[in-house]
C-alpha cells in the first residue's frame, strides 16, 4: 500500500494542475484536501474549497465534486462518477473496471459457498441443474471452483447463456476515469509551477 503522503501529494498536485490549466478565472486559489480516508484498494480522498475546510461554511462549498482514488498497489489516480460512494459500495466494480479483475460467475459463488460448508453434493446437483453435466464433468467443474480455478472452456460450453452471466455486484453503474498514470516507477515529479503546497493544502485525516 503507497502510503497516506504520497496519495495526498498526488492529488494535490493534480488540483494545483486543474487550477493553473483553467486559467484560475473561477477560484483565487487551488481546492485542498478536506479528507482521506484508507481502503483497502485504496485512499479515498476528497477535496473542496480552502474556505469550506477551514470555515465549515456551506456557502463555500463545492457541489458535485467526484472524489479521487489512489489505487493502493500502483498509485494510479482515478475520479469516481457519480458521487454516490457511501461505505465504498463501489469497491467490487472498482476491482472489474480499474484493475481489470472479472467478478465470478452467480453459479462459481453458490459453489464455492456450498463447498465451503462441506455441502459438496448439493454443490455437485447444482451443477447438474444448471447445465448439461454428468457426474464426472460436473465433479471437474466443482474441484476446478473449489481449487480457486477457472473451469474448462469445454465445461463452461455445457452452461446455457444465462449461467454465464457475472454477478451484478452494484446495482449503480459508475465510471471511473483514469487522471494519470500510477507511481510505481518512483515518487512523483517536480509540482506544477514548483514549489510545495501551503498550510491549507494539508488536509484532514
Known amino acids: 500500500m503507497i502510503s497516506r503522503e504520497w496519495a495526498v501529494e498526488l492529488v494535490e498536485r493534480r488540483l494545483l ?10 477560484y483565487d486559489e487551488p481546492f ?7 481502503h483497502e484498494l485504496c485512499w479515498y480522498i476528497v477535496y473542496n474549497t480552502w474556505q469550506f475546510v477551514e470555515t465549515g461554511d456551506r456557502t463555500y462549498a463545492l457541489g458535485g465534486n ?4 489512489v489505487d493502493g498497489l500502483d498509485g494510479s489516480l482515478h475520479r469516481v462518477f457519480p458521487w454516490m ?17 472479472v467478478p465470478p460467475r452467480a453459479l462459481d459463488v453458490e459453489i464455492g459457498r456450498l463447498v465451503e460448508l462441506g455441502r459438496r453434493a448439493e454443490a455437485l446437483k447444482a451443477v447438474c441443474v444448471a447445465g448439461d453435466f454428468g457426474p464426472v464433468n460436473a465433479q ?4 476446478a471452483v473449489a ?33 494519470g498514470s500510477g507511481v510505481a516507477a518512483g515518487r512523483p515529479g517536480p509540482r506544477p509551477g514548483g514549489g510545495s503546497p501551503g498550510p491549507r493544502a494539508a488536509g484532514s485525516g
Not at 32 to 38: G, L, N, S, T
Not at 88 to 98: G, M, P, R, T
Open 17 to 26: 494542475a486543474e487550477w493553473e490549466s483553467s486559467g484560475s478565472a473561477a
Open 32 to 38: 485542498v484536501i478536506a479528507h482521506v480516508k484508507q
Open 66 to 69: 467526484a472524489p479521487y482514488v
Open 85 to 101: 460512494c457511501e461505505g465504498f459500495q463501489w469497491a467490487d466494480q472498482y476491482h472489474e473496471k480499474v484493475r481489470g479483475e
Open 140 to 143: 471437474r467443474y466443482v474441484d
Open 147 to 179: 481449487a480457486g480455478a477457472e473451469p474448462d472452456p469445454g465445461l463452461l460450453a455445457r452452461l446455457p447463456r444465462a449461467e454465464l452471466s457475472r454477478v451484478k455486484l452494484v446495482a449503480q453503474d459508475l465510471r471511473f476515469d483514469s487522471c
